[in-house]
């Protein structure tokens, strides 16, 4: 398991990444709510680069993507596979409520981690 690094999981270090997914979300749902699907999937395939790009800048670890056959102590449960879920169809609906709850499942995931250690 890679772990976190205590450091990278301070509230102040990871909060601008749970406020750019908040903007973007409301930008995909109302892509969604437009039936603009193009839209929608290229501001998913945004979305998906920042939980990626989240969970490997507070890893522990020196490699700079995310590796798939890796667990990581930050990611949510079953998140490698809801993860893998939602990159093989980011213009669905479905992917973008899973995608949604892996951030919010993350911010209590870091939180409970920042407390432990």
């Not at 809801?82 to 990159?87: Q, T």
């Not at 609906?93 to 899973?98: H, L, S």
Request: proline fraction near 3%.
């Amino acid at each position: 398991m890679i772990r976190v690094r205590k450091e990278a999981i301070q509230k102040e270090k990871i909060e601008p990444y749970f406020e750019k997914w908040d903007c973007l979300s409301k930008e995909i749902h109302a892509a969604h709510d437009e039936r603009n699907g193009k839209k929608a999937k290229a501001l998913m395939e945004q979305g998906i680069a920042l939980f990626e790009e989240l969970m490997v800048k507070t890893a522990d670890t020196e490699e700079k993507e995310l590796m798939v056959n890796e667990k990581y102590e930050g990611m949510p449960l079953n998140g490698m596979d809801r993860l893998l879920f939602i990159k093989a169809r980011p213009g669905q609906y479905a992917c973008f409520v899973q995608l949604d709850e892996l951030f919010k499942e993350a911010k209590k995931q870091f939180a409970r981690l920042r407390v432990q250690k």
